[in-house]
């Protein structure tokens, strides 16, 4: 059973199973746009010891802890059941069966008319240690797409490639490069992480890291084709990293059979244990700039995960050059002078000078 939110010019669906946003539809300027990704294939065809979530494997869904868990694959926040509890037209609100960590975890979506974001935001309540932690946006690129970004201090490359005998990886692992339009290749030559795709039939992953001094983290992708601009939004100071996921013919076993295609995650978080080489230093690189590597829990208090993502028209197919929040007002401008002014939330993200957005009395029903 899925639930539904609307509001003016934007509507969603949400799966309990997974807790995937599972459909996103904008109206924009008369333009309905739908920017997430659907996997090819129905739920028999996946494999019994593959995780749970790739037989649902769609939209957008929490991943703690991200990367291997005894849960499965991103953890039982991916792979596990949310129970809906009472909500509102334009707000939903679901608790996740199970703990993280000793932590109750409560999933947040609300909308707002004529603004075309979806707001989300999750709240760990109690528990103990800490854990790599991201939302896993799956965003639909058949046609390819222009990327931008906020500002990064580099970008690095897992431990060791997603795939070597059973599919395909294009970027060399492990490695580190400043410059993202010429990232390393494992053939020796570079690829630019600014276009989709890098090649035909790969699969590959690689992470930015955020400039400390950056407030809002945002993510730009532009499906020229589609006549589109995707967005993502964060607070950099919280999650302070930004994943790319290409995932593209890269796998020939099932259920992906090479038929896997045009899907670029955008997976914003803390998830230190995926660089491959910053992983490995004492202190690693992220704290000793004082930016979180993992979301640390609190026995006696909550943490919250904020994100926005969302879509327009943009028909001039442009990349993105700025992303700047005045007040409540989000102005997007293109590389060759197209401009939107958009309305926004600006208190959501928290973006002052604390590392996670101000605490609210918690007062569902849970």
Excluded at 223 to 245: F, K, Q, V, Y
């Amino acid at each position: 059973m899925t639930h539904t939110l609307t509001a003016r010019g934007i509507r969603l669906t949400f799966a309990p199973q997974g807790g995937v946003l599972r459909h996103l539809e904008v109206t924009d300027e008369g333009a309905a746009i739908a920017p997430l990704h659907h996997a090819p294939w129905s739920p028999e065809e996946v494999p019994a010891d593959a995780p749970p979530h790739q037989r649902w494997l769609a939209g957008d869904f929490l991943a703690a802890p991200f990367g291997a868990d005894p849960d499965g694959l991103h953890g039982l926040t991916a792979n596990g059941d949310w129970r809906v509890t009472p909500s509102t037209p334009a707000t939903l609100r679901a608790v996740l069966e199970g703990a993280v960590q000793g932590a109750t975890v409560v999933k947040e979506l609300s909308l707002a008319d004529d603004h075309p974001f979806v707001y989300q935001r999750h709240l760990f309540i109690g528990g103990t240690g800490a854990l790599p932690a991201a939302n896993h946006a799956m965003i639909s690129v058949p046609n390819g797409a222009k990327l931008s970004f906020s500002r990064k201090r580099w970008w690095e490359t897992l431990p060791e490639p997603l795939e070597t005998t059973r599919g395909r990886s294009r970027l060399a692992y492990p490695r580190r490069a400043e410059d993202a339009a010429e990232f390393p290749a494992a053939d020796g030559s570079t690829v630019n992480l600014h276009r989709y795709p890098w090649g035909e039939a790969h699969e590959d992953f690689v992470a930015g890291i955020e400039d400390p001094s950056s407030r809002l983290g945002w993510t730009a992708i532009t499906r020229p084709t589609e006549g589109d601009l995707i967005l993502t939004l964060r607070n950099a100071r919280a999650l302070p990293m930004t994943m790319l996921w290409h995932s593209n013919g890269g796998r020939d076993y099932a259920p992906w059979n090479s038929r896997h295609t045009g899907c670029l995650g955008i997976e914003e978080g803390a998830a230190l244990p995926v660089l491959g080489l910053s992983s490995q230093e004492t202190p690693d690189p992220l704290t000793a700039a004082g930016q979180p590597a993992l979301l640390t829990l609190d026995p006696l208090g909550t943490v919250e995960i904020r994100h926005i993502l969302g879509a327009i028209h943009w028909p001039s197919g442009q990349m993105v050059a700025g992303v700047m929040l005045e007040g409540d007002e989000l102005t997007i401008t293109g590389d060759w002078g197209a401009e939107r002014k958009l309305p926004l939330r600006s208190a959501w993200l928290g973006l002052g000078t604390e590392a996670t957005p101000p605490k609210k009395p918690v007062d569902w029903d849970l």
